[in-house]
Protein backbone atom coordinates (compact mmCIF):
# COMPACT_ATOMS: atom_id res chain seq x y z
CA UNK A 1 0.00 0.00 0.00
CA UNK A 2 1.51 3.56 -1.21
CA UNK A 3 1.76 5.63 2.01
CA UNK A 4 0.66 9.48 2.08
CA UNK A 5 4.02 11.35 2.47
CA UNK A 6 3.67 15.12 1.11
CA UNK A 7 5.94 15.60 -1.93
CA UNK A 8 7.84 18.01 0.49
CA UNK A 9 8.91 14.93 2.47
CA UNK A 10 9.55 12.99 -0.60
CA UNK A 11 11.88 15.55 -1.95
CA UNK A 12 14.46 15.15 0.58
CA UNK A 13 17.09 12.94 1.01
CA UNK A 14 18.72 11.04 4.63
CA UNK A 15 21.67 13.51 6.16
CA UNK A 16 24.73 11.24 5.37
CA UNK A 17 26.89 11.54 8.32
CA UNK A 18 30.88 11.25 8.13
CA UNK A 19 31.31 7.24 7.72
CA UNK A 20 32.42 5.15 11.07
CA UNK A 21 35.73 4.26 11.88
CA UNK A 22 34.63 0.72 12.92
CA UNK A 23 32.27 0.46 9.64
CA UNK A 24 35.21 1.07 7.55
CA UNK A 25 37.27 -1.25 9.36
CA UNK A 26 34.79 -3.93 8.84
CA UNK A 27 34.72 -3.31 5.24
CA UNK A 28 38.19 -3.67 4.24
CA UNK A 29 39.58 -5.09 7.10
CA UNK A 30 42.03 -2.11 8.06
CA UNK A 31 43.86 -2.28 11.31
CA UNK A 32 44.00 2.11 11.48
CA UNK A 33 41.78 4.09 9.87
CA UNK A 34 42.02 7.89 10.49
CA UNK A 35 38.91 10.09 10.40
CA UNK A 36 39.30 13.55 9.41
CA UNK A 37 35.63 14.10 8.08
CA UNK A 38 33.43 15.21 10.63
CA UNK A 39 35.46 18.47 12.60
CA UNK A 40 35.41 16.49 16.19
CA UNK A 41 38.50 17.66 18.18
CA UNK A 42 41.09 15.38 17.89
CA UNK A 43 42.58 16.06 21.45
CA UNK A 44 39.19 14.03 22.67
CA UNK A 45 36.71 15.14 25.18
CA UNK A 46 37.64 18.23 28.02
CA UNK A 47 39.13 16.43 30.53
CA UNK A 48 37.27 18.37 32.97
CA UNK A 49 34.09 16.86 31.02
CA UNK A 50 35.16 12.78 31.39
CA UNK A 51 35.95 12.96 35.31
CA UNK A 52 32.47 15.11 35.70
CA UNK A 53 31.00 11.84 34.54
CA UNK A 54 32.70 9.52 36.93
CA UNK A 55 29.74 8.23 38.70
CA UNK A 56 27.32 9.58 36.31
CA UNK A 57 26.13 6.02 35.72
CA UNK A 58 23.86 6.23 39.22
CA UNK A 59 21.83 8.19 38.18
CA UNK A 60 20.99 6.95 34.57
CA UNK A 61 17.37 5.59 35.92
CA UNK A 62 16.37 9.30 36.13
CA UNK A 63 15.26 12.08 33.76
CA UNK A 64 17.33 14.50 33.55
CA UNK A 65 16.64 18.06 34.90
CA UNK A 66 14.33 18.87 32.10
CA UNK A 67 15.36 22.96 33.03
CA UNK A 68 19.14 22.19 32.54
CA UNK A 69 19.22 24.53 35.55
CA UNK A 70 22.74 24.33 36.19
CA UNK A 71 24.16 24.18 32.67
CA UNK A 72 21.47 27.15 31.44
CA UNK A 73 22.86 29.20 34.29
CA UNK A 74 26.52 28.97 33.55
CA UNK A 75 25.97 29.70 30.30
CA UNK A 76 24.01 32.86 31.20
CA UNK A 77 26.41 33.59 33.35
CA UNK A 78 29.11 33.59 30.63
CA UNK A 79 27.32 35.60 28.24
CA UNK A 80 25.63 37.94 30.44
CA UNK A 81 22.23 37.25 29.99
CA UNK A 82 19.23 35.90 31.98
CA UNK A 83 18.86 32.07 32.14
CA UNK A 84 15.81 33.01 30.42
CA UNK A 85 17.41 33.14 27.16
CA UNK A 86 19.31 30.12 26.85
CA UNK A 87 18.01 27.10 25.76
CA UNK A 88 19.63 23.73 25.14
CA UNK A 89 19.80 21.46 22.24
CA UNK A 90 20.05 17.74 21.52
CA UNK A 91 23.26 19.31 19.82
CA UNK A 92 22.34 23.17 17.92
CA UNK A 93 21.06 21.11 15.03
CA UNK A 94 18.07 20.25 17.33
CA UNK A 95 17.53 24.43 17.77
CA UNK A 96 17.54 24.65 14.37
CA UNK A 97 15.08 22.07 13.94
CA UNK A 98 12.54 23.73 16.45
CA UNK A 99 13.26 27.77 15.24
CA UNK A 100 11.74 25.56 12.00
CA UNK A 101 8.63 24.62 13.28
CA UNK A 102 7.90 27.82 15.62
CA UNK A 103 8.29 30.39 13.22
CA UNK A 104 7.64 28.71 9.73
CA UNK A 105 3.95 28.25 8.68
CA UNK A 106 3.71 26.76 4.56
CA UNK A 107 4.98 29.01 2.45
CA UNK A 108 6.86 31.32 5.16
CA UNK A 109 10.09 32.28 3.29
CA UNK A 110 13.85 31.26 5.13
CA UNK A 111 16.97 32.82 3.36
CA UNK A 112 20.41 30.67 3.14
CA UNK A 113 23.89 30.43 1.09
CA UNK A 114 23.61 27.69 -1.57
CA UNK A 115 27.10 26.16 -0.05
CA UNK A 116 25.99 25.82 3.80
CA UNK A 117 24.89 23.66 6.07
CA UNK A 118 22.17 21.55 4.61
CA UNK A 119 20.39 20.69 7.66
CA UNK A 120 18.79 24.11 7.03
CA UNK A 121 16.97 23.59 4.14
CA UNK A 122 15.73 19.96 5.33
CA UNK A 123 14.16 21.71 7.92
CA UNK A 124 12.71 24.88 6.68
CA UNK A 125 11.05 22.03 3.68
CA UNK A 126 10.22 19.68 6.35
CA UNK A 127 7.85 21.96 7.78
CA UNK A 128 7.07 22.81 4.19
CA UNK A 129 8.34 26.21 4.15
CA UNK A 130 10.31 27.79 1.19
CA UNK A 131 13.95 27.68 1.40
CA UNK A 132 15.57 30.74 -0.49
CA UNK A 133 18.80 30.11 -1.77
CA UNK A 134 21.57 33.08 -1.86
CA UNK A 135 24.76 32.29 -3.91
CA UNK A 136 28.10 32.53 -2.03
CA UNK A 137 30.68 34.96 -3.45
CA UNK A 138 33.91 34.22 -3.65
CA UNK A 139 33.33 30.96 -1.22
CA UNK A 140 31.47 33.94 1.56
CA UNK A 141 28.21 34.54 2.28
CA UNK A 142 26.84 37.38 -0.01
CA UNK A 143 24.77 39.42 2.82
CA UNK A 144 23.71 42.33 0.42
CA UNK A 145 21.84 40.05 -1.83
CA UNK A 146 20.92 37.97 1.19
CA UNK A 147 19.10 41.42 2.56
CA UNK A 148 17.64 41.98 -1.48
CA UNK A 149 15.98 38.17 -1.43
CA UNK A 150 13.92 39.22 1.60
CA UNK A 151 10.14 39.63 1.22
CA UNK A 152 6.82 40.07 3.04
CA UNK A 153 6.72 35.95 3.54
CA UNK A 154 10.20 35.59 5.21
CA UNK A 155 10.54 34.80 8.86
CA UNK A 156 14.28 33.38 9.56
CA UNK A 157 17.49 34.04 7.95
CA UNK A 158 20.31 31.69 8.37
CA UNK A 159 23.74 32.89 8.54
CA UNK A 160 26.36 30.09 9.21
CA UNK A 161 29.61 31.82 10.63
CA UNK A 162 32.14 30.75 10.14
CA UNK A 163 30.58 28.89 7.18
CA UNK A 164 30.42 25.12 7.05
CA UNK A 165 31.67 23.65 4.87
CA UNK A 166 33.95 26.29 3.02
CA UNK A 167 35.30 27.66 6.40
CA UNK A 168 34.72 31.43 5.80
CA UNK A 169 33.77 34.48 7.74
CA UNK A 170 31.51 37.70 7.34
CA UNK A 171 33.29 40.31 9.27
CA UNK A 172 31.47 42.67 11.66
CA UNK A 173 31.16 45.37 9.58
CA UNK A 174 29.37 43.81 6.62
CA UNK A 175 27.10 42.09 9.62
CA UNK A 176 26.08 45.39 11.08
CA UNK A 177 24.86 46.56 7.65
CA UNK A 178 22.79 43.21 7.75
CA UNK A 179 21.41 43.74 10.56
CA UNK A 180 20.72 47.43 9.40
CA UNK A 181 18.56 46.54 6.61
CA UNK A 182 16.54 43.47 7.42
CA UNK A 183 13.10 44.27 8.87
CA UNK A 184 12.67 44.01 12.46
CA UNK A 185 10.21 41.06 12.46
CA UNK A 186 13.13 38.77 10.95
CA UNK A 187 14.81 36.40 13.00
CA UNK A 188 18.56 36.20 11.83
CA UNK A 189 20.37 32.64 13.09
CA UNK A 190 23.70 32.75 13.93
CA UNK A 191 25.19 29.30 13.81
CA UNK A 192 28.70 29.54 15.48
CA UNK A 193 29.35 26.21 15.73
CA UNK A 194 33.16 26.82 15.32
CA UNK A 195 33.49 30.31 16.90
CA UNK A 196 36.06 29.31 19.68
CA UNK A 197 38.32 28.07 17.03
CA UNK A 198 37.95 31.98 14.79
CA UNK A 199 41.28 33.96 14.69
CA UNK A 200 40.33 36.71 12.87
CA UNK A 201 39.88 40.12 15.35
CA UNK A 202 36.99 41.17 12.71
CA UNK A 203 34.41 38.12 13.41
CA UNK A 204 31.16 40.23 14.79
CA UNK A 205 29.93 39.57 18.11
CA UNK A 206 26.22 38.63 17.41
CA UNK A 207 25.71 38.57 21.10
CA UNK A 208 25.75 42.23 21.12
CA UNK A 209 22.46 41.53 18.36
CA UNK A 210 20.66 39.88 21.28
CA UNK A 211 21.52 42.16 24.36
CA UNK A 212 19.87 44.84 22.06
CA UNK A 213 16.92 43.18 21.74
CA UNK A 214 16.95 42.31 18.29
CA UNK A 215 15.54 39.63 16.62
CA UNK A 216 18.22 37.24 16.37
CA UNK A 217 19.70 33.76 17.82
CA UNK A 218 23.33 32.97 18.12
CA UNK A 219 24.02 28.79 18.14
CA UNK A 220 26.86 27.52 19.54
CA UNK A 221 27.87 23.84 20.33
CA UNK A 222 29.41 21.73 22.38
CA UNK A 223 30.66 18.98 20.03
CA UNK A 224 33.58 20.91 18.35
CA UNK A 225 36.34 22.27 20.48
CA UNK A 226 35.20 20.98 24.06
CA UNK A 227 35.09 17.55 22.32
CA UNK A 228 31.80 16.64 23.24
CA UNK A 229 30.20 15.51 19.82
CA UNK A 230 29.28 11.46 21.00
CA UNK A 231 26.78 13.89 23.69
CA UNK A 232 24.88 15.44 21.28
CA UNK A 233 24.32 18.86 23.11
CA UNK A 234 24.46 22.55 21.91
CA UNK A 235 22.74 26.14 22.67
CA UNK A 236 20.78 29.02 21.84
CA UNK A 237 20.83 32.46 23.41
CA UNK A 238 18.40 34.91 21.83
CA UNK A 239 15.36 37.16 23.44
CA UNK A 240 13.32 35.64 26.19
CA UNK A 241 10.34 35.88 24.03
CA UNK A 242 11.83 34.07 21.43
CA UNK A 243 13.06 31.47 23.63
CA UNK A 244 10.04 31.58 25.14
CA UNK A 245 8.54 30.48 21.92
CA UNK A 246 10.95 27.46 21.41
CA UNK A 247 10.52 26.20 24.82
CA UNK A 248 7.20 25.60 23.98
CA UNK A 249 7.84 23.00 21.16
CA UNK A 250 10.79 21.63 22.45
CA UNK A 251 10.69 17.83 23.69
CA UNK A 252 10.71 17.38 26.75
CA UNK A 253 14.29 16.31 28.60
CA UNK A 254 15.70 16.75 25.34
CA UNK A 255 19.50 17.44 27.20
CA UNK A 256 20.31 14.12 28.53
CA UNK A 257 22.05 13.89 32.10
CA UNK A 258 25.46 13.15 30.93
CA UNK A 259 25.58 15.41 27.97
CA UNK A 260 24.64 18.26 31.17
CA UNK A 261 26.95 17.39 33.67
CA UNK A 262 29.74 16.76 31.00
CA UNK A 263 28.79 20.35 29.61
CA UNK A 264 29.15 21.87 32.60
CA UNK A 265 32.78 20.83 33.12
CA UNK A 266 33.79 21.30 29.75
CA UNK A 267 32.47 25.05 29.69
CA UNK A 268 35.27 25.34 32.90
CA UNK A 269 38.12 23.82 30.93
CA UNK A 270 39.70 26.89 29.45
CA UNK A 271 43.14 24.80 28.98
CA UNK A 272 41.52 22.41 26.82
CA UNK A 273 40.26 25.07 24.76
CA UNK A 274 43.50 26.78 24.91
CA UNK A 275 45.32 23.59 24.10
CA UNK A 276 42.91 22.69 21.21
CA UNK A 277 43.26 25.77 19.21
CA UNK A 278 46.97 26.10 19.49
CA UNK A 279 47.07 22.53 17.73
CA UNK A 280 44.54 23.69 15.38
CA UNK A 281 46.25 26.30 14.15
CA UNK A 282 49.48 24.73 13.79
CA UNK A 283 47.74 21.97 12.45
CA UNK A 284 45.76 23.99 9.76
CA UNK A 285 49.58 25.54 8.88
CA UNK A 286 50.74 22.40 8.37
CA UNK A 287 47.97 21.31 6.20
CA UNK A 288 47.76 24.53 4.28
CA UNK A 289 51.59 24.19 3.04
CA UNK A 290 51.30 20.54 1.97
CA UNK A 291 48.08 21.16 0.11
CA UNK A 292 49.80 23.81 -1.56
CA UNK A 293 52.83 21.38 -2.48
CA UNK A 294 50.42 19.24 -4.27
CA UNK A 295 49.18 22.11 -6.04
CA UNK A 296 46.05 22.68 -4.17
CA UNK A 297 44.54 26.07 -2.93
CA UNK A 298 42.94 25.69 0.22
CA UNK A 299 40.17 28.33 0.86
CA UNK A 300 41.04 30.38 3.81
CA UNK A 301 39.44 28.98 6.91
CA UNK A 302 38.80 30.78 10.70
CA UNK A 303 37.28 27.00 11.66
CA UNK A 304 38.86 23.39 12.28
CA UNK A 305 38.52 22.44 8.49
CA UNK A 306 39.79 23.07 5.14
CA UNK A 307 38.09 23.03 1.86
CA UNK A 308 40.02 22.61 -1.35
CA UNK A 309 39.41 21.83 -5.01
CA UNK A 310 40.99 18.44 -5.47
CA UNK A 311 40.81 19.08 -9.55
CA UNK A 312 39.51 15.85 -10.39
CA UNK A 313 36.11 13.99 -9.41
CA UNK A 314 36.02 14.81 -5.72
CA UNK A 315 33.88 11.22 -5.51
CA UNK A 316 36.65 9.13 -6.50
CA UNK A 317 39.34 10.79 -4.57
CA UNK A 318 37.03 10.12 -1.71
CA UNK A 319 37.07 6.72 -2.22
CA UNK A 320 40.77 6.38 -2.75
CA UNK A 321 41.36 7.69 0.56
CA UNK A 322 39.03 5.90 1.97
CA UNK A 323 40.50 2.67 0.55
CA UNK A 324 43.88 3.99 2.16
CA UNK A 325 42.48 4.52 5.82
CA UNK A 326 41.97 7.98 5.17
CA UNK A 327 37.73 9.34 6.01
CA UNK A 328 37.40 12.92 4.97
CA UNK A 329 34.18 14.18 3.27
CA UNK A 330 33.33 14.77 -0.10
CA UNK A 331 31.12 17.53 -0.78
CA UNK A 332 29.96 17.79 -4.26
CA UNK A 333 31.94 17.97 -7.77
CA UNK A 334 35.81 18.26 -7.00
CA UNK A 335 35.43 19.59 -3.46
CA UNK A 336 36.77 18.09 -0.58
CA UNK A 337 36.74 19.00 3.31
CA UNK A 338 39.04 17.72 5.67
CA UNK A 339 39.16 18.37 9.18
CA UNK A 340 42.61 19.25 10.86
CA UNK A 341 43.71 16.63 12.72
CA UNK A 342 47.15 16.01 15.14
CA UNK A 343 50.33 16.10 13.09
CA UNK A 344 50.94 12.62 12.37
CA UNK A 345 47.48 12.53 10.84
CA UNK A 346 47.76 15.23 8.65
CA UNK A 347 51.11 13.85 7.25
CA UNK A 348 49.43 10.70 6.89
CA UNK A 349 46.89 11.96 4.97
CA UNK A 350 49.00 14.23 3.04
CA UNK A 351 51.18 11.34 1.85
CA UNK A 352 48.11 9.28 0.83
CA UNK A 353 46.63 12.59 -0.88
CA UNK A 354 49.91 12.50 -2.93
CA UNK A 355 49.10 8.72 -4.13
CA UNK A 356 45.65 9.21 -4.94
CA UNK A 357 45.94 12.41 -7.01
CA UNK A 358 48.89 10.79 -8.83
CA UNK A 359 47.07 7.71 -9.81
CA UNK A 360 47.94 5.58 -6.70
CA UNK A 361 44.21 4.46 -5.93
Not at 25 to 45: D, F, Y
Not at 110 to 138: N, Q, R, S
Not at 330 to 354: C, K, S, W, Y
Request: overall charge neutral; charged content about 20%.
Amino acid sequence: MALHVHPDIRSLRPYVPGKPIDELQRELGLTRVIKLASNENPLGASPKALAALTGAQDLLHRYPDGGAYQLRQSLADRWKVEREQVILGNGSDEILGLLARTFLTPGDEAIMADHTFVIYKMEVTAVHGKPVVVPLVDWTHDLESMVRAVTPRTRLLFLCNPNNPTGTMVSAGAVDRLMANVPDDVIVVFDEAYFEYVRNPQFPDAMAYVKQGRNAIVLRTFSKIYGLAGLRIGYGISTTEVIDFLNRVRPPFNANSLAQKAALAALSDDEHVAKSRTVNEAGMAQMEHGLRALGMAPIPSETNFLYFDAKQDGRLVFDALLRKGIIVRHIEGTMIRVTIGQPDENVAFLQALEKVLHGGR
